[in-house]
């Protein structure tokens, strides 16, 4: 329940062969640590470059964050992404009505996330496959630094030839 499918160390690392390769024609995007650091307003121009590559190659992306629309809307807005806010994954349900709004099957879609018990476990109760990536920048809050705290127990390790 919380082994993710696959794993690399950030989203830019994903390429469009790969996920030829798996029939993954749509992805479920976390948005804080995933795409951006947490909270932040700005894509790294790194997100950015990913993203249009992933366009490019025909894969079809959405926003599932459990964060709050303030915070979800103008990010995606401005990615010109659609997005699903207050997902509270691990519950399912912002993932089905993502996947219902791309109109793929969910055996074409995968998530990505850097947190195990929301990103990877939600994945695996919806039964699509997970993409674990490690957090961008380590969380400063105490409730943040306690979750990862547990969440180390399991953590995929880190693929090979990854830098950090
Ligand atoms: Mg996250």
């Known amino acids: 329940m919380f082994k993710p499918t696959y794993v690399f160390d950030k989203v830019g690392e994903i390429t469009p062969e790969f996920l030829h390769k798996k029939q993954i024609k749509g992805l479920l995007l976390d948005l804080d640590n995933t795409l951006t650091t947490h ?3 700005v894509p790294p121009q790194s997100s950015l ?4 590559k ?4 025909g ?16 990010f995606a807005e401005q990615l010109g992404l659609d997005f699903v806010s207050e997902g509270k994954k691990p ?3 912002g993932y089905t009505r993502a996947i219902k709004r791309l109109g793929l099957e969910k055996r ?3 998530a990505v996330g850097d947190q195990i018990f929301t990103d ?3 994945s ?4 699509i496959r997970s993409i674990f990536v490690f957090p961008i920048e380590p969380e400063t809050s105490l409730p943040f630094r306690f979750k990862r705290a547990i969440e180390k127990a399991f953590l995929p390790k880190k693929p090979e030839g990854a830098k950090r």
Do not use: C, E, Q, Y
Request: hydrophobic share 50%; no cysteine; proline share 8%.
């Open 39 to 41: 909270n932040n307003p």
């Open 49 to 52: 470059d990913w993203l249009d």
């Open 54 to 57: 992933m366009r490019a190659a």
């Open 59 to 74: 894969i079809k992306l959405m926003i599932v964050s459990n964060n709050h629309a303030p915070r979800v809307t103008p």
């Open 91 to 93: 519950l399912t349900f």
């Open 108 to 110: 074409n879609v995968a």
């Open 120 to 122: 990877v476990l939600g």
């Open 124 to 127: 695996n109760l919806k039964g």
